[in-house]
């Protein structure tokens, strides 16, 4: 893609697990460690990141050019999200290949400007988005948001799947509310249970990039605008994030990274 030089999509398989959360952190948190980054929302039915990213209703992309347009930027990272183009009242009542068109538009006619990163917050499901975006560029890599519970890794586990399907390297696992922490006392509880996301890990034979809390802060700082990373930049969550972000870019770095070819002849 113009004007992008790796691609990261951030899927789960299934709907609130916290992988819109996950995006916009883990975004800032690449951009955080001196990178040019950017998000497009792919979840067209029901897009998020305007408001997670704080930008106001009614604030539309400018035009570049014939059927061209320059993505929205906060919090130092450009975006894109049918959000800024609807009304975010009016729901998208589209069959399949109309949204699949759209976001194929979204991701071919938006001008990114020099971003060594592009996440991609993947809507749920394996459908007609996660094949748009399979065949039209190349991703560099996946990232999957579960939850430790039974239920959320049934569905982590066909994203997973997809993805070797298409050729898409699934860098790794991320554990979201893996512990509920009382804002009270401090006590910690997983209530959703335990190691779901190392049991994905290994079955895969994939790394678990990091695991997140569940915690009423990071909740009120995504839907205030001001996710956590920019919220609580030195706290433990903003950290946790900042790691994940360098493993990562680690990763992707090192797919290419192979030694030179030596030959002898006479």
Known sequence: MEGVKHIVAVASGKGGVGKSTVTVNLALAMAAEGYRVGILDADIYGPSQAQMLGVGEGVRPQSAGENRFKPLEAHG???????FLVDIREPMVWRGPMVAGAFQQMLTQTVWDDLDYLFIDMPPGTGDIQLTLAQKVPVDGAVIVTTPQDIALLDARKGIEMFRKVNVPVLGVVENMSLHICSNCGHSEPIFGEGGGERIAQEYETQVLGRLPLTLS????????RPTVVAEPEGEVA???RNMARQVADQISGQGAEGPEISFSE
């Open 218 to 225: 990071i909740r009120e700082q995504v839907d205030g605008g």
């Open 77 to 83: 990272i450009q975006a894109m999200s049918m959000a």
């Open 239 to 241: 950290t946790n994030f």
